[in-house]
Structure formats: C-alpha cells, structure tokens
C-alpha cells in the first residue's frame, strides 16, 4: 500500500519539502506520496484525528502550527521538549510521536561543513525558535559556551532559564542585540556566530532594505579570524551578514544545510532507511 507522509502548515504553498521528500521516496525506491497540507490552526485537532485514521506515516510540520500540535500528540521526545515545537512526528505501534529535527539539523549541517562544535563558543542572535534549536542542538553537540542575544534582553534570559535543565554541559548566558562594548567582547572570543533571526529574510525592497541595515549594525569585525559565520535564512542563501562575513574572509555556512538535514533526519526516522542526501539536495535548489 501506499505509504503516505506530508507536511502541516499554514500557508504552505511556499514549502520546499514535498520536493525533498518526494525526490528521497523515489531515490529509495519506497511506494510512498508526500504531500503538502494547508491546516487553519483551529482545524489541527480534526487534522490530528484524521492522520491516526488515515495511517499516515509521519509528517513534518511548520508555521504557525509547532507549538499547537504538541498537547494532542500521544509522546514527545526531549528534543521537541526541549525545543518546545515539534517539526516532525511520526507514526509508530499506533501512537504519534512528536520529534524535533531542526536542534540535530543544525549540528549535522555543521559537521559536515567540518565547522568543530566540541568545545564551541557560540554567539546566537535571536531568541525565537530557530534560536532556541540552535542552542538546543549546539549544546547536545559539545559547545561549552553558548550566548544568546536578543534585541528584547529578557526573552533572551527566558531562553536562558528555560533551555539550562536540557543543556547543563554548556555554560549559557543572556545579553542584548545592541552596538555595546558587552556584545563587541562576546564577538570577539566567538569561534561561532549562529544568525538564528529573520532580520536577515529578503522578500521585498523594504525587507532587503533592513536586512543591509541589520548586517550593517552587527560588529562583525570584532569576530577571531578563524570563526565561522552561519545564517539560518535561506532566503536568499547568501544574506547581508553572510556576504559581510565573506568580505572579512570569514568561513560561511548557509541555511539550506539545516533545512536539508532536518528533513534527512525525519525521513531516516520515518523510514529506517539511510536519507539519500545528494538527491535531496538537489530538489532543494532546482
Ligand atoms: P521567530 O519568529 O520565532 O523568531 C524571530 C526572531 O528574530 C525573534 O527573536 C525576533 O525578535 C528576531 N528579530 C526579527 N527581526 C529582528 C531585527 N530586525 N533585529 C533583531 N532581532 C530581530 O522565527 P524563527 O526563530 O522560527 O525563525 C527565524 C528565521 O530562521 C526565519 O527567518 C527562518 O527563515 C529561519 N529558519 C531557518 C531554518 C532552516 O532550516 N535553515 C529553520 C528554522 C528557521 P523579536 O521577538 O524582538 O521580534
């Protein structure tokens, strides 16, 4: 039979997923149809009923819909706890398990971009839910300092508090997104500078407009020579801060890296089968 896998979110249309996934099912040789799912937040309780009668395999799932999804789900797993937004559940011995690929997304992206993360030391910028895996993830993959700055200080500190049980190896700490000599000191003891966010998203003149005027706020050149300078955006792939990092000579990572591999992560544990990442890859940007 038909497997059947999808992804939830609202709207929807705008999603490179299906184009991944259905790329990876056929590359694997698996008889199965990922399909992308339009679900109004106040329909997901009726959407969740019909994924456990339809025999849906598993399913990703995005904005504005991660967080709602959770308390209707049979299990979560500590990464979804610890994330607090769950991108990926899955359908196993007739229960939902709600997971989060993104945390472990990211540090594979790394890793395989050889940027070192065991012993790390982070700067985040942003304190929404990109900001929250990066952290997440960074610290399950060995950094031992991780600061999160956020233009409102205190949703910083609250990320702080919140993410301290789940990431107890690495020391965590909260400060402001502004030009301050407390910023400047932190950038310069980086090796890692994860932009986790949307400043840098370029959708129209006046987005693109403010995004040159983010990158050209952040004192980049207080960053070590040998730090690297990842931008979770991908839309465009090389943002304001990644192009201001280049001009430095600075080591780059883009954000198709974690898209690809938390989709690679959710395909290997829906399937059991190793994610065939270059095919992936591929679909992303054709
Ligand atoms: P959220 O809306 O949860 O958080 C956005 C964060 O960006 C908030 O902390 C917000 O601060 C901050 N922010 C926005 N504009 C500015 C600004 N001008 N200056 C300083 N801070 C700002 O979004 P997400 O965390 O889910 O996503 C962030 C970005 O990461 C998205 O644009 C998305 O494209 C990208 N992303 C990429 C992924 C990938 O796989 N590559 C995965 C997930 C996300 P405030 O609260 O003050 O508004």
Redesign the pocket.
Known sequence: MTKLFGVLGFPISHSRSPAMHNAALRAMGIDGMYVPLAIPPERVPQLVEALRALGVQGVNVT?PLKTLIMPLLDELTPAARAVAAVNTVIARDGKLIGDNT?AE?LSRSLLAENVVLEGANVVVL??????RATAYGLALAGASRIAIA???PA?AERLVRELAPSCSNSALRAFA?APSDDFKHELSRATLLVQ????T?ETSPESTA?ARA?AASLPLDELPAHATVVD????PLETTVLARAQSRGLKTVD?LG??LH?GALAFERWTGLPAPLEVMRRALTD
Do not use: H, N
């Not at 942003?126 to 900001?131: D, P, Q, R, S, V």
């Not at 986790?196 to 400043?199: D, L, M, V």
């Open positions: 904005l993104d997304g942003g304190a929404g839910g990109a900001a956020a233009r409102k949703e997104l986790s966010t949307s400043a998203l403010a983010f979770l955006v991908y839309k954000g974690m898209l938390q």
